[in-house]
Structure formats: C-alpha cells, structure tokens
C-alpha cells in the first residue's frame, strides 16, 4: 500500500515541469490532486505558513497585501482544543491555563488521542495534514501569485487555545502574535452575543445574553482571553520559527507603518504605494455603512469603549480575572 501511494506521488509531481509549461490551471489542478491524495506539501511550503494567533475579536480580518494568500479562519484548534468553559457545569474557578481544554486535562492518558506519551507519533503526522489540508485551499483560490512564492496567511485567533499542538506539528512555519486589550476583546464579544447581534445571524442556537448572564458571560470571556494569551505567549518563547508580535492598538494609531514592519518581517515586495491604498481600504470608516455599526461583526474599531459598555462591576470582575496580565503587557487600568 505504502508502495502504491509512494508510486502515485512521484507520478503526480513528474507532471509539475509539463505543468509550468501548460500554465497556472493546471498546476493548480495538481496542487488540488496531490492534497486530495493526503500527498502534503514538504517544508517550502511549511515555511510560507504564517499562523495568527491571539484573541478572537483581535483585527485579524485583512490579508489583501500582494503575495498573500489569507486563509480566514479554518478552526483547527477549536477541534483540537474545545474549552470546558463553553459548557454548561463547568466550575470557571477550577479551571487554569493547565486545564481548561479537553485535550490538557487528559493528555497524561496514554489512550487519549494526543497523549504526551506519543506526541512523537502524532505530531509529524498532524503536521503533514494541516499542511495538505492548506494546501487544498490555497489551490482551490487560484491565487494570482504562484504557488511556490505565496505567503499564506491562516487566522486563528479563536484556535489559539491549540497553538502549542498546532506549532509543534509545523516548527518550520511562522507566528504572529496579535494583541488586544482584553477587556475590550470581551467587550466586543459580549455585543455579538446580545439581542439581534452578529452572532446571532452567523450561527444557529446562540441566545442572547442578558441580565445577570452578563456577569458569568464576561468571567468567562476574559479567563478565554487570559488562557489563549498565556498559550500564544508560551509558544512566542519556544517556537523556533519566526515570530512576531503586535498590539491592535498600534495597528490602529499607525497603520500603515506596522503594514510596513509586517511587509518587512514576510519579506513581501509591495510597494508603498500599494500599501497606501490598501490602507485606505481596509479602514473602518471606508467599510459600507451597512456593514459596521453595533450589531455588525465590523463594530467600532475604538479602543477603551468597554468603560462604556460594561457595567462597574462587570469591569471589576473582569480586572480581577486578567489584571495582572494586562499590566504585564503594558496596558493601563
């Protein structure tokens, strides 16, 4: 069997010189063909991966540089990594950065999927399904880039939980760290959750959170962004791959200087110019106006509306929770 699939992929890949020659469907077709055959891209392709991870509700919804090729959240770690706190029964104050998916509390059991036991199994093998899976959608976009010069960009923010399993199946690929205020993170999810918010619209069964829902919806919400922080922070330290770190309230107060720092650290050749206009794109105020607003998944883009937004005591539960981690990363009271 293992002769066959060996066979099959040296046939397939003979094809790649015939395939420049006839153009870019066809090695697009091939591309698609060697993903479907679990046939995974090796580290070339690997070191054009470059995860984002952080916070959901982080700014992480851009990606049109030139020889990008954004892929908008695939949820790999949510399905690697489910949090305990999402369900109904779940103590939050028996839960840690140690404990609170799934998957940590049980990896010291041998027969538990990804158990630390076998991680020298299951990791390389992850890896190389990730990186075909990517594969298959970044030949499915037919970007205008070849291939073998795209950089592709995957938004994870709400998979950051798993970064550690993510990251360790693909040490050739790249991180970057982006950064919010937490309280605002949690701010802006509570208005996704709220009566005829966007959550709502996007995904079937979500009830609107109310009255004295809020005060356990916004606990939870901030030891979320306390977990997945501590998660990303650990991985920024033992990563060997490249890595990068940015704060969305930098991203904000000059844009187009950290899109040219990010240029820079993805060794991108967009002009400035170029860069100018995307800029001018992607600002929050250019977006239609039917498309931003309270209720909309593109909501303010204004750091600090959570002293508004969140009642004193609900701030008061929400600094007990992540405080001290937002006074580690440098954000004020």
């Not at 844009?255 to 100018?276: F, I, M, Y």
Request: proline fraction near 5%; hydrophobic fraction near 40%; charged fraction near 25%.
């Amino acid at each position: 069997m293992a002769g066959c699939r060996i066979a099959a992929a040296d046939s397939i890949r003979r094809q790649f010189p015939r395939a420049k020659r006839l153009g870019t469907r066809t090695r697009r077709e091939i591309e698609l063909r060697l993903a479907r055959r679990g046939i995974g891209p090796g580290v070339a392709f690997e070191s054009r991966l470059v995860w984002v991870f952080g916070s959901p509700r982080s700014g992480s919804t851009w990606g049109s540089i030139p020889g990008v090729v954004p892929i908008n959240e695939p949820l790999i770690g949510q399905h690697l990594g489910a949090l305990l706190c999402d369900y109904r029964g779940v103590r939050i104050e028996a839960l840690d950065v140690s404990n609170f998916t799934f998957e940590r509390q049980r990896r010291h059991v041998a027969d538990q999927f990804f158990s630390q036991q076998f991680e020298d199994v299951w990791s390389p093998l992850l890896g190389k399904f990730i990186k075909a899976r990517l594969l298959a959608s970044v030949a499915a976009k037919a970007p205008a880039t070849p291939l073998s010069e795209a950089t592709i960009i995957v938004k994870e923010p709400n998979g950051s939980q798993a970064a550690d399993l993510i990251l360790g199946g693909l040490p050739h690929s790249s991180v970057l760290f982006l950064i919010r205020d937490g309280r605002d993170v949690v701010d802006s999810e509570l208005a996704a959750t709220a009566e005829g918010g966007w959550a709502s619209r996007e995904f079937s069964g979500v009830e609107a959170i109310e009255g004295e829902a809020r005060m356990d919806f916004v606990v939870r919400s901030a030891s979320k962004w306390l977990w997945r922080t501590e998660v990303v922070q650990e991985q920024m330290a033992r990563h060997p791959g490249p890595k990068f770190s940015l704060k969305y309230e930098d991203l904000l107060t000059d844009t187009l200087g950290h899109v040219r720092d990010l240029r820079s650290w993805l060794k991108l050749n967009a002009p400035d110019e170029t860069l100018q206009k995307i800029v001018a794109d992607c600002a929050f105020e250019a977006l239609p106006a039917a498309e931003r607003g309270p209720d909309k998944f593109f909501r303010s883009a204004r750091p600090g509306a959570w002293r508004e937004n969140l009642s004193d005591r609900e701030q008061a539960a929400v600094e007990r929770v992540i405080g001290a981690k937002l006074k580690e990363l440098g954000y004020e009271a």
